[in-house]
C-alpha cells in the first residue's frame, strides 16, 4: 500500500503545482482572428494585412481564421461565445451593427468588447460608360418615368450595398429592381456585360473598372465626396439624404481584461500606421479611420440604432 500512497501523494502535489501555474505574461501564445468572409476578398485582406503588422508588437503570431456565413452572423457569434482571455478577436465590419436588424442572429454591438476601427469605404452609383445618363439628375428623371424598369445590382440581399440601393429609392422617390449577387465584383462584371442598368458598390471597388473606361460613376451616395472621385458629387449636392457606408474593425469577447484589450489596440494601431496597411486602403478605396475602444463602441451603437430602425422599413415588401 505504501508505493500507491506515494504515487497518490505525488499526484496531488503536481495537481497543486498545476493550479497554480502560470501561462505567462499576455500574450504567451497565438492568437486567432476570426474573420466573416471568404478568403480573398476585402475583409480578408484587411484582416490578414492588419494581423501580419500586430505580430511584432506582440511577439506571437496572429493567424486568420475564416468563418463566413449569414452576412457575418456564423463568425459573430462564435466570438463572442469564447472566453473573454484576448486570445480570439474578430473583424468587426459594419455587418456587426445589421444582423440582429437583418433577422441573421442575436448579436450586435453591444456584446462585443470593440476594439477599434480602422477603415470606412464610401458608397457609389454607376452606370455603364455607354449608358445615357451622364448625371444623377438624368438617372432619376428616367426612373421616375418608368417606375420598376431599371435594374440596380448589389452585392447581395441585405448586404451594406443593397441598403444603400434601398435608401437611394426612399430618399429620391424612384422604384427600380434590385438585383443581387454574391459580392460587388459578380455585380460589377454585370454591369459591364449591360445586364444591368446600374450598380451600388464601394468607391474602391468601382475606381478600376471607371480607369478603364467600362464604367461611370454619377453619385457619391454620401454625405462628402469621394477622394478617388473628387469631381463627382455627394448626394447630398442634390439636397437628398445620405446612404450609409461600409466600415472595418476589430472586437473581442465582451469581458476582455482591460490590460489585455490595451495590449491588443497598441498592437493594431501599430498596424494601421504601417505602410502595408496605408496601401491596401489607397488600393482598395478606403479612407484609413482610426477610433480606439470608446468612440468606436458609440459609433457602432448609433450605428446598430439606425440600421434597426431603417432595414425593416426598407426591407418590407421583399425589396
Not at 447630398?236 to 490590460?259: C, H, I, K, Q, V
Request: charged share 20%; net charge positive; with cysteine.
Amino acid at each position: 500500500m505504501r508505493p500507491l500512497r506515494l504515487i497518490l501523494a505525488l499526484a496531488a502535489v503536481l495537481a497543486l503545482g498545476g493550479c497554480h501555474r502560470s501561462e505567462g505574461p499576455y500574450p504567451s501564445r497565438e492568437i486567432k482572428l476570426i474573420v466573416q468572409a471568404a478568403p480573398g476578398g476585402l475583409s480578408d485582406t484587411v484582416s490578414r494585412v492588419i494581423a501580419a503588422g500586430m505580430e511584432p508588437v506582440l511577439g506571437v503570431p496572429v493567424v486568420c481564421e475564416n468563418k463566413p456565413g449569414a452576412a457575418g452572423a456564423l463568425a459573430f457569434s462564435y466570438v463572442t461565445r469564447r472566453p473573454p482571455d484576448g486570445y480570439t478577436i474578430g473583424h468587426g465590419p459594419v455587418e456587426i451593427a445589421m444582423v440582429r436588424a437583418l433577422g441573421f442572429a442575436q448579436v450586435g454591438p453591444e456584446d462585443m468588447d470593440l476594439l477599434c476601427l480602422v477603415s470606412k469605404t464610401q458608397p457609389v452609383l454607376a452606370v455603364h460608360a455607354d449608358a445615357p445618363w451622364q448625371d444623377l439628375g438624368a438617372f432619376l428623371k428616367a426612373a421616375r418615368q418608368r417606375p420598376g424598369f431599371y435594374v440596380v445590382g448589389n452585392s447581395g440581399t441585405g448586404s451594406i450595398w443593397h441598403i444603400n440601393a434601398l435608401l437611394l429609392e426612399r430618399t429620391t422617390g424612384i422604384r427600380l429592381i434590385h438585383c443581387p449577387f454574391g459580392g460587388s465584383s459578380a455585380s460589377l462584371t454585370a454591369l459591364l456585360g449591360r445586364h444591368l442598368d446600374a450598380a451600388v458598390a464601394g468607391a474602391g471597388e468601382v475606381a478600376p473598372h471607371v480607369a478603364a473606361g467600362g464604367l461611370r460613376v454619377l453619385a457619391v451616395l454620401d454625405a462628402r465626396r469621394s477622394r478617388i472621385f473628387p469631381d463627382i458629387p455627394a448626394i447630398t449636392e442634390f439636397g437628398y439624404e445620405p446612404g450609409a457606408s461600409a466600415w472595418s474593425g476589430f472586437y473581442a469577447p465582451r469581458g476582455l481584461p482591460a490590460d489585455r484589450r490595451d495590449k491588443l489596440v497598441a498592437a493594431i494601431r501599430r498596424a494601421f500606421e504601417t505602410p502595408a496597411f496605408q496601401k491596401v486602403c489607397e488600393q482598395r478605396g478606403m479612407e484609413p479611420v482610426f477610433l480606439p475602444p470608446e468612440e468606436f463602441r458609440k459609433f457602432a451603437l448609433e450605428q446598430a440604432q439606425f440600421f434597426a430602425r431603417v432595414i425593416p422599413e426598407l426591407l418590407k415588401g421583399g425589396a
